[in-house]
Structure formats: C-alpha cells, structure tokens
C-alpha cells in the first residue's frame, strides 16, 4: 500500500507529554513500592516480530572507513556479521550486539562524533582496560567509580572517527585499589536507573500498573493537527500527582 513520504520532520506533542509524564515518575519514585505504584504499561504493545537473522542494529557514518574498519576488527577483535568495501556490520562472538559503519559519500555529511556513545557493560573493567591499553588504545578516562563510593565503574576511549567507547563495570570495594586511575579526574554523576533502584518489572498491583498511560489524562486533547513545521509545538502537561 502506498503511503506518501515525509518532507519534514514533524514532532507530535503527544510523544513529547508521554515522555514528560514517565521522566516525572523517574524523579517521583524513590523506592521499589513507589515505582510499582506510579509506572503504567505503554499506551501501545511492542509492535515488533523478529525475523530469524540479526535483531537490532545502529549504523553510523565515517570519513576514514579503512580506519574505523581496522580499528573494530582487527584491534577490538569484533567479527563481522557482514562485510564489503563499502559496509561493515558488526557483532560479538555470540551475537550479543550489532552496529554498523559507512563510509560518507560525496556531498554527505559525517555523523557527529560526540552523536553517540557505544557501550559496553564488562565483567571485569579493569581487566579489560589493561588489555585495551597494551593493544595501544589511549583512555581518555581511565575507569573511575561514577560518583564517590559507587560500584559502579566507567572508563572511555575513542575510535579513529571520534565515537567514544564506554567500557562498564561493577568493581567490588576489594578491587578498587587494584589499580588506579592515572589523571585523577573527576569522575561523572552516577546513572540512576531502574536497576539502581532495585525495581522489578512485576507490579504488586497488577490492576493498577495494566492501566495504561492514556488512562492517566497525559495526553487529553492532544491532536496532531500542527500543520506549520516551524511552528512551536505547545501543549498542556495534564499528568495529575496522585493525592
């Protein structure tokens, strides 16, 4: 069925309110009860089936593609899940990731270098950044707890094209003066997630998280009916806090 192409970007204002009603619920919960008490399902169901090869993948584009190229398989020792001159997908040994790298055509523009972050969650950081570092990768941080008595470790390096490479892990009190951090830079804030918080995906009160987000008067009278693409989008941010 034919379905006619989109000039410009559009952004609804109702993904916009749905987005600021479930950033609310992160800065409200603060316990595991809190979150199982304020988090709703989706206003829509996971669309997507999965064919039988790769699942997921991001590609990004590159001014030196030999260089990126070199860099993924033959100093991070990635295997290619496809390969030609002018394509590279890349995975782990077991298929647990995939993104791809492009070379930028004439007249194209290369993605930012500082667009994305590739990241990886380690078993052993420390470890890992040793040999990275024999291999003649140059940390730009050495991995460093995320904020003063965290586990939680993050060290970063780039690729040629500039993307940086996190490299995460959770580091026992024992093993922290195992080897240190060379500059002595600060280290950044510590991530707060749903993990964090030690939050299960399973409500306690199955009633009240089935409730989908649109029962909650987030997105009331919010239609797409914008037809300026420059003009600003306002809404009504109607999320009602519970009495």
Not at 98 to 110: C, D, Q, R
Not at 125 to 141: K, V
Not at 158 to 171: A, E, F, N, Q, S
Request: hydrophobic share 35%; aromatic share 12%.
């Amino acid at each position: 069925m034919f379905r006619k192409s989109v000039k410009k970007h559009h952004v609804n204002p109702k993904f916009r309110a749905y987005g600021k009603a479930r950033i609310d619920i992160a800065v409200r919960a603060t316990s595991q009860a809190e979150w199982q008490k304020l988090w709703k399902k989706p206003a829509f169901p996971f669309p997507f089936t999965w064919g039988e090869n790769w699942k997921q993948c991001i590609e990004y584009k590159v001014d030196d593609f030999p260089a990126e190229v070199g860099f993924f398989i033959d100093i991070l020792g990635l295997p290619i899940n496809a390969f030609d001159p002018g394509y590279a997908m890349f995975t782990s040994p077991k298929g647990e990731f995939y993104f791809a790298v492009i070379p930028t055509l004439e007249g194209e523009k290369s993605t930012p270098p500082d667009s994305i972050r590739i990241q990886f969650m380690l078993d052993n950081i420390y470890q890992t950044a040793s040999e990275l570092e024999r291999r003649g990768i140059q940390f730009e941080q050495w991995p460093q707890a995320c904020s003063e008595g965290s586990s939680l470790y993050i060290g970063y390096f780039r690729t040629p094209h500039g993307i940086c490479v996190d490299v995460w892990g959770l580091v026992a009190n024992e093993e922290t003066n195992q080897i240190e951090s060379p500059d002595g830079e600060a280290s950044e804030p510590e991530q707060i997630s749903q993990d964090n918080l030690n939050i299960s995906h399973s409500s306690s009160d199955e009633n009240e998280k089935d409730q989908s987000i649109e029962s909650e008067g987030v997105v009331d009278g919010l239609e797409d009916d914008t037809e300026d693409e420059d003009e600003a989008i306002e809404y009504e941010y109607v999320y009602e806090e519970n009495a």
